[in-house]
C-alpha cells in the first residue's frame, strides 16, 4: 500500500487547509484511515480517524475545528482543518490500516506533509 499525503502549506491563525491522502492498494482492503501528526520534540499523535463505515474519532484538541472523509471507492481520506492555532504546526501523516487476502491487518504510512501555522 502507497500513501500520497499533499495539502500542507503555511497559513495564518484563524485559517484553513484540507490534507489530502490518496491509497494506491491493488488487492489489498482498506480499513480505518487515519491522520497523525508530529511536532517538533514531541510524539506522533492520532489526529483523527474514520473507518470503512464512516465512524470518525478526533483527539480533543481538534473536535469541532477538523473534519475527516474518505471515499472508499477511490482509496482517499481528507483532512479539512479550520480555526487553524499555532499548535496545529507539526508534519501530517496519513496512515491505512490494509489487509491482503486472509493475512492480518498491517498499518501503512505515507510521506508527512508539514503545516505551518503562523501566529
Known amino acids: 500500500v502507497q500513501l500520497q499525503a499533499s495539502g500542507g502549506g503555511l497559513v495564518q491563525a484563524g485559517g484553513s487547509l484540507t490534507l489530502s491522502c490518496a491509497a494506491s492498494?491493488?488487492?489489498?482492503?482498506?480499513?480505518?484511515m487515519s491522520w497523525y501528526r508530529q511536532a517538533p520534540g514531541k510524539l506522533r499523535e492520532l489526529v483523527a480517524g474514520?473507518?470503512?463505515?464512516?465512524?470518525?474519532n478526533y483527539v480533543d484538541s481538534v473536535k469541532g475545528r477538523f473534519s475527516i472523509s474518505r471515499d472508499n471507492a477511490k482509496n482517499t481520506v481528507k483532512l479539512q482543518m479550520n480555526s487553524l492555532k499555532p499548535e496545529d504546526t507539526a508534519v501530517y501523516f496519513c496512515?491505512?490500516?490494509?489487509?491482503?487476502?486472509?493475512?492480518?491487518?498491517?498499518?501503512?504510512w505515507g510521506q508527512g506533509t508539514q503545516v505551518t501555522v503562523s501566529s
Open positions: 496512515a491505512a490500516r490494509a489487509r491482503l487476502g486472509d493475512f492480518g491487518p498491517k498499518d501503512y
Open positions: 492498494a491493488r488487492f489489498f482492503s482498506i480499513e480505518a
Open positions: 474514520i473507518t470503512t463505515g464512516g465512524s470518525t
